[in-house]
Nanobody
């Protein structure tokens, strides 16, 4: 099974920015043609999806991040990104990538911590 690898998290002050990266390969899985999503899970809360991108580049966002986060993909690098701007303390969570059907193994995630 394919397990994504997420990176790019860190500690930032409110109003700051981070760019997360997701790579996933193995078997017949081709990240370039699959719909991919970014998810996050804060302590004590359920995992929520924050953004998705289709193979053709169409995007959709959760209301809580709309206008601040941008999901994109670089097919040459087989990577999906999440650009996060104007970060808020409530964005603090572990961030993961997966397909909308969640049919990949969950990776280790990358921790984003936003201080006020």
């Amino acid at each position: 099974q394919v397990q994504p690898v997420e990176s790019g998290g860190g500690l930032v002050q409110a109003g700051g920015s981070l760019r997360l990266s997701c790579v996933a390969s193995g078997g017949s899985f081709n990240i370039n043609v699959n719909v991919m999503g970014w998810y996050r899970q804060a302590p004590g809360k359920q995992r929520e999806r924050v953004a998705i991108i289709t193979g053709g580049g169409r995007t959709n966002y959760a209301d809580s991040v709309k206008g601040r986060f941008t999901i994109s993909r670089d097919n040459a690098k087989r990577t999906v990104y999440l650009q996060m701007n104007n970060l808020k303390p409530e964005d603090t969570a572990a961030y993961y990538c997966n397909t909308p059907n969640e049919n990949l193994l969950w990776g280790q995630g990358t921790q984003v911590t936003v201080s006020s």
